[in-house]
């Protein structure tokens, strides 16, 4: 608690302090100003999908959400999310082919199907994640067998076109263009997500030899759970 004095010689306090001790003359005033902490925080985690192949078609691929279920009793702060991408094939791309948009949209209903992941924590090993907070991925093993997370889209809060490796001109010259890991919300205010709503990462508007399947995503998300006093 920290204290702020004044002094009057009327015995009526300042403007914009309390009363102090009693009586008149120099007697000190005083203020005082407590802290209050704006938030409790429970858990602060970490999220990872496993290494998802594209799905070497023009549908939307979902990487990863993270939802706050109904039943949940805390506010969810999401720090940031990044994308990276490997790209094994030899041959590259042409530059006329579109490559997918990365997305990341807000959900306000649960999605489904998916894999669940593991929610760790990068702060005190012993908080634990609520349990009505889901994490869900793509895949079930890195390369391994696709596990299509179903949602429903609702607005675009932040996107990025996926990095391509090219092939160009008649001599075949293999170009890669320097960006593939694509960072989401960093130096950015917190996203907050109340209960009933998430957020997701898509890749989208690509077509099929856009996001072929030796291309190999993984999207990491961070995050914190907390209560209001």
Do not use: C
């Not at 999401?78 to 006329?96: E, H, M, Q």
């Not at 998916?114 to 009505?132: E, F, I, Y």
């Amino acid at each position: 608690m920290a204290d702020q004095t004044a002094t009057t010689t009327s015995g009526v306090a300042p403007s914009g302090y309390g009363a102090g001790s009693a009586g008149a003359g120099t007697d000190p005033w005083y203020q005082r100003v407590v802290p209050v902490r704006d938030r409790i925080t429970s858990f602060v985690g970490r999220g990872a999908s496993f290494k998802i192949a594209g799905n070497g078609t023009t549908s939307q691929q979902n990487l990863l959400t993270l939802y706050n279920g109904a039943a949940a009793t805390v506010f969810v702060s999401v720090n940031r999310i990044t994308v990276d991408l490997l790209t094994t094939a030899a041959a590259g791309i042409a530059p006329s082919v579109v490559v997918p948009v990365v997305r990341v949209r807000r959900l306000t209903a649960a999605p489904s199907g998916g894999t669940a992941l593991t929610k760790v924590a990068r702060g005190d090993s012993a908080q634990t994640s609520n349990a009505s907070i889901t994490l869900l991925g793509g895949s079930s093993a890195d390369a391994g067998t696709a596990s299509a997370i179903t949602a429903t889209n609702q607005g675009v809060m932040a996107q990025k076109f996926s990095p391509r490796l090219l092939v160009v001109g008649t001599s075949a010259t293999t170009l890669y263009e320097p960006v593939d890991t694509i960072p989401f919300f960093y130096g950015e205010p917190d996203i907050m997500l109340k209960t009933g709503e998430g957020l997701m990462v898509s890749l989208e508007g690509h077509v099929a030899a856009g996001n072929p399947t030796t291309n190999f995503w993984i999207a990491e998300i961070d995050w914190d759970e907390y209560t209001r006093p």
